[in-house]
């Protein structure tokens, strides 16, 4: 490993970190910014294939697009390979929650990403996305009762409705 | 980004993950040594406003004193922007999770920091830290049965009181 | 910190993610080479002390062998630092989940890793690892009702088996 690959590995992580920002916060125009154009994707660990950027964003847009439906994607431990110097290939852990407020249910899991980057022009670009899950769990949020919702970052502006900490 | 910039984020993560380490171990000596004087934090997505080194301690030591309440506080997803060579912006992926002992109560949730760093001498340090929520929930500890501490920092000196999985 | 440096870091994290890879999809020969012949470890806070690679994997294939627990070990905010060109120490922030299917228990929690690293030929190999638990907590997933199952790595092949998101 050179300055050269410690440099593409870090651009390709921050390129991962502002998808998964974008999806969480429901920008789908800086989430579009982050695909190729032939971009494909494999969402539910097999269960939807996308074969391109425009089929991505519609999926994207239709199942996750409602602000009753709050998201966290966390990835951790990068396993960049470089292709050659326009091409890389990614693995990463997830960790992911939802939280379906209108549906009532929460769901959870890990999995693992195995991703495809390419670079076009200056920006190392998402070719291709998906992943595999280890387990997913859904549980109805009336099941743990007194389950309450204190910050929403739509309908509390993300801010905490929780009194301070008692000491 | 070259290998100036690359040692910089290196120094500004490894800066925020020794805060965080900190704060969940409650070495507040350790945790004061992260921050700038005049640092400010904006806690709780919005709700607690603190404007220097000193209230934000103050504020730290009075909420998350107590042994008896348990943190874990998981920062992912770095995307740091180079203010000029002393100065520096961070976005952050927070998962955390509260266990009250005392109170019988849970709270979990997601966020994003935006931080400011800035150099003195030769250490970054935080000037400014904050966060606003995606989501955030509490729950009364006693809704899901049996539900069982099984180690803790303190009081089992962080040690698994679990016997070995069985096979 | 200068390149070199960089460099270690980057080599080393990618050990550490690819051990824990290895963990969680349950391939013993990958994780077997991660370590060094004399490596040692320390489970459960400390409760489980292992004196060479033989005794750890021994350990590793009784206690997560079975299928029937899926477990999720990711590892955020490495604080590495060198001892000399050959030699480093590590602590890294766990958070972990096992869902074990058979026995119908949920474990998760929360820890501080401290490892020790040593080159050795061209590689980077674990030396020891252990942890010290922030929390640790365990319920019967019939506690929380209608809790469900909905992939599994190795039953449904890492696919989701819920319905696509209702919008």
Redesign the interface.
């Known amino acids: ?3 050269d690959g ?2 593409a ?3 390709i992580s ?1 390129l ?3 998808y ?2 974008a999806l ?2 429901k920008d789908w125009p800086a989430l579009e910014r982050c695909l190729t154009e032939d971009a494909t994707a494999t969402y ?5 294939e996308l074969g391109s950027r425009a089929a991505i964003m519609a999926f994207l847009r ?5 602000t009753s ?4 994607h ?6 960049i390979d470089m292709q050659g110097a326009g091409a890389a290939t990614g ?1 990463w ?1 997830l ?1 992911d ?4 407020v209108e ?1 009532g249910v929460t ?1 959870w ?4 990403y195995t991703d495809h980057y390419r670079r076009v022009g200056d920006d190392w670009l998402i070719a291709h996305t998906g ?10 949020r009336a ?11 739509w309908d ?5 409705r ?1 009194g ?4």
Chains 1, 2, 3 share one sequence.
């Open positions: 490993m050179d300055v410690l440099v590995v870090h651009e921050t991962k970190y502002r998964l920002r969480d916060q539910g660990g097999g269960a939807y239709d199942a996750l697009g409602r439906m709050l998201t966290s966390r990835v951790t431990q990068p396993e693995t852990a960790q929650m939802v939280v379906d549906h769901i899991g890990a999995a693992f992943y595999k899950r280890t387990f997913e769990e859904i549980f109805p099941s743990i009762e007194h389950l309450q919702l204190t910050a929403h970052w509390t502006g993300g801010r905490s929780l301070p900490p008692a000491t």
